[in-house]
């Protein structure tokens, strides 16, 4: 980066599973007049806007940045338009990161989305690829076969989806923007059905109306700020091809070598101990011990051990998901930009009931795809 | 301002557009395109440091459509990626961007998708607003002909005169081996053939095509490595308007114009007439006039040539267009333009829209030299 850009202003809507109080212009409008609020600034301050959502499909409406350009304030503005599957609320924020390290713009509001209420999730995740058979039954279709590898190839007991899926609903009590809030006990889990073995009912994210907002800029407009900003040290997207003998779905190797990029560039060398909270894109319970093992928190079989022994829970070594996490809410477009803002809010001391204490470095993951986009930054309070 | 880096297209491939390639897949018609534009380079995949799409899932016709060409663009091993869901040449746009950040030197830019997999003119009804907008039937055709009606009524610009543009074009395309419509056509032939929506003619709508398209970019230092001759981006800009179309002029392009006055500031350049060749991505000849006023273009002067490729009139690959536009400018710059080379091509306009009624624009100036020191 040509120079220091810093997050300004993190603005979320209440989610739930369904906004019949607003239209989707109404939804994003509720994120960005938060953000712009947080950071002390109103629209025509704002240089640039970067948008993000998941497949167009979700609400039936296409490219819906056009029709939204009146509720973002982008009339007459420079704007793109990011889709990089799950992981595009990550790397949408990645993109307006770019926009002010370019020197180009000072002020850049970066904004994510999904209304799943509008339409049916299921069938638009459900994409039907020429030559092959259409097996696949939504994400969890997708994603199952890749749970059960994990636990096979690492002897993972039973009990630790289980234990990920309570311990993000215990977190989401924590957060008031959440829309999962309900505690639930280790037997509620157990005792909700397969959807697709392993994954049950209870372990799997809700599909929610919502949106995240963030205003990032320069790091002389962060220095004159209302308030601390999050410094962002690293930020990367990376990708793999789906169709490659040698992937490893479990740990996909675009994982590895994003996180790797985005801590070396952090200066981070040990990131179990030198970073103090992430939010990882978690939509199946297991995937949290996953990512733990694809992010280099531990080595691999490891994982699902620290969920085991509970070092990832709120006031722990390392606490995951303070928010809830994707398993408390889930609108798909705005899921990423939410664990990349929830880090920043962490950095700040801003996150509230469920904020971290003495949080220097915080990451922020979200992947897409068939696990084949990764999209992270690490942010600090420092510069 | 802050110092910016010199950054150039140097190299472009693009597969002929046609109505309908029934025997490929989108992945199967970019592949070609990425191979030939990194041979063109004289360089392989892996000295690539980025790469970045445009595409639209609803033209696919499915959820994630662009996930596929992770594979033919070399996503093995990762590949630093992004994807935008807009015209490709948006996508150019934010590589350079990229490039300014010092994030990257060099980065592929590709376009794709199969138009002929679905009926665009009722897919494209979709991005108008859901509430208002897009319920009373809408699409990109009877929206052009709102846009153009309103045009004509301003300038007093009459149905000759667009068949006069169409005309024109339609020569152009005559010379361009990659254009889909390659039989010319006089004004008074395209005068003749039916309202599509009036005042639009069948003779004035370029039909439906598909293509894949594969740009290489590269900061200089690396530039001058892979081109001979190397076409620098001198400026650019993109400004989106609202789209609510009772609350625009339709008969102006406010968001080209700014974004022109900001790309020629950018670039030096004083006015639009001093460059030599322009692409305008101008899919109706109503589009094209409000274009030229928007930039400051005299459409009836012979310099600079606007739109020596034909077009979008002879070929119009839905999520391309734009970054053909850029291409094809590469090509006039660089000495690729075969028959339809502007002489003495030093200074190029590319643009690109988006959107119904010229609803976003994006504007490139691009040289032969470099801009900055």
């Known amino acids: 980066m040509k120079r220091p850009v810093a997050v300004v202003g993190v603005g979320q809507t209440q989610h739930s599973s369904r906004r019949a109080d607003v239209s989707i212009a109404g939804l994003v409008r509720e994120a960005v007049d938060r953000a712009l609020l947080d950071a002390g600034l109103e629209h025509k301050d704002i240089d640039a806007i970067v948008i993000g959502k998941a497949p167009d499909q979700l609400e039936g409406v296409m490219q819906p940045e056009q029709y939204l350009a009146g509720a973002l304030g982008a009339h007459l503005k420079p704007l793109i338009r990011v889709h990089t599957a799950g992981s595009v609320g990550a790397s949408t924020a990645l993109s307006a990161v770019t926009h002010v390290a370019s020197g180009l713009f000072d002020r850049v509001l970066t904004v994510a989305f999904e209304k799943q209420s509008e339409g049916n999730a299921m069938w638009a995740l459900s994409p039907n690829l020429p030559f092959t058979a259409p097996l696949v039954a939504g994400a969890g279709g997708y994603f199952a076969p890749y749970c059960r590898a994990y636990i096979a190839k690492t002897g993972c007991p039973p009990h630790i989806g289980p234990l990920i899926a309570v311990n993000a609903r215990a977190n989401a009590a924590r957060n008031p923007y959440a829309h999962l809030r309900e505690p639930m006990t280790l037997e509620d889990v157990m005792n909700s059905p397969y959807l697709w073995e392993p994954i049950r009912y209870l372990e799997t994210c809700p599909s929610s109306d919502g949106a995240c907002a963030m205003v990032v800029a320069s790091g002389d407009v962060a220095k004159k700020g209302p308030r601390k900003p999050a410094w962002v040290k690293s930020g990367y997207s990376y990708a793999e091809a789906m169709w490659v003998p040698g992937r490893d779905q479990v740990s996909p190797r675009a994982g590895r070598v994003c996180a790797k990029a985005v801590y070396d560039k952090a200066g981070i060398r040990d990131p179990w101990n030198e970073i103090q909270v992430a939010e990882i894109y978690v939509p199946f319970a297991w995937f949290e011990a996953m990512w733990l093992e694809n992010l280099g928190f531990c080595d691999v079989g490891q994982g699902w051990k620290i969920i085991d022994r509970g070092e990832q829970k709120f006031g722990a070594h390392l606490p995951i998901n303070p928010s809830g996490g994707v398993l408390a809410s889930n609108p798909i477009g705005a899921s990423g930009m939410l664990r990349l803002g929830e880090a920043a809010l962490q950095v700040m001391g801003r996150a509230g009931e469920h904020q971290v204490p003495d949080v220097k470095n915080a990451l922020g993951h979200a992947y897409g795809g068939g696990a084949q986009y990764f999209a992270m930054w690490v942010v600090s309070n420092e510069l | ?373």
């Not at chain 2, 802050?2 to 199967?28: M, S, W, Y």
């Not at chain 2, 930039?295 to 002879?314: E, F, H, K, Y």
């Open chain 2, 1 to 373: 301002m802050t110092k910016l880096r010199n950054v150039a297209v140097v190299g472009f491939a693009q597969a002929p557009i046609v109505a309908r390639d029934e025997h490929h897949t989108a992945q199967e018609m970019l592949y070609p395109q990425v191979r030939r534009a990194l041979a063109d380079c004289g360089v392989e995949r892996s000295e690539i440091d980025y790469q970045v799409a445009g595409s639209a899932d609803y033209i696919d016709g499915r959820p994630f459509g662009f996930v596929s060409a992770l594979d033919v663009m070399g996503a093995w091993p990762p590949a630093q990626d992004l994807h935008l869901e807009m015209d490709a040449a948006f996508a150019a746009y934010y590589a350079w961007l990229r490039m300014q950040a010092g994030d990257c030197d060099t980065a592929i830019v590709c376009g794709y998708g199969k138009a002929s997999e679905g009926e665009p003119r009722r897919i494209l009804n979709l991005q108008l607003d859901p509430y208002y907008q897009a319920a009373i039937g809408l699409d990109p055709v009877s929206t052009a002909a709102l846009q153009a009606s309103q045009y004509m009524a301003r300038s007093g610009a009459d149905d000759r005169d667009l068949a006069a543009v169409a005309a024109r074009n339609r020569a152009a395309g005559a010379r361009n081996p990659e254009a889909q419509v390659r039989a010319g056509a006089s004004a008074d032939e395209l005068l003749a053939t039916p309202w599509v929506v009036a005042p639009l003619r069948q003779g004035y709508l370029p039909p439906l095509g598909e293509s894949a398209v594969c740009l290489v970019l590269a900061a200089e230092g690396k530039a001058e490595t892979m081109c001979d001759r190397p076409a620098w981006i001198h400026g650019v800009d993109q400004r989106i308007e609202l789209q609510t179309l009772g609350a625009r002029d339709l008969s102006r392009s406010v968001g080209a114009k700014l974004a022109a006055e900001k790309a020629f500031a950018m670039a030096g350049l004083e006015s639009a007439g001093a460059v030599d060749v322009v692409e305008l991505s101008a899919a109706n000849p109503a589009e094209e006039l409000i274009l030229c006023e928007a930039l400051g273009l005299d459409a009836q002067a012979s310099r600079p040539v606007i739109n020596p490729s034909g077009g979008p009139l002879t070929g119009n690959p839905l999520m391309m267009t734009g970054l053909i536009r850029l291409g094809e400018a590469f090509r006039q710059l660089s000495g690729r333009a075969g028959a339809r080379a502007v002489d003495g091509a030093k200074r190029a306009i590319a643009h690109a829209t988006s959107g119904h009624c010229l609803q976003q624009n994006a504007v490139f100036v691009l040289g032969s030299d470099r801009r900055w020191s």
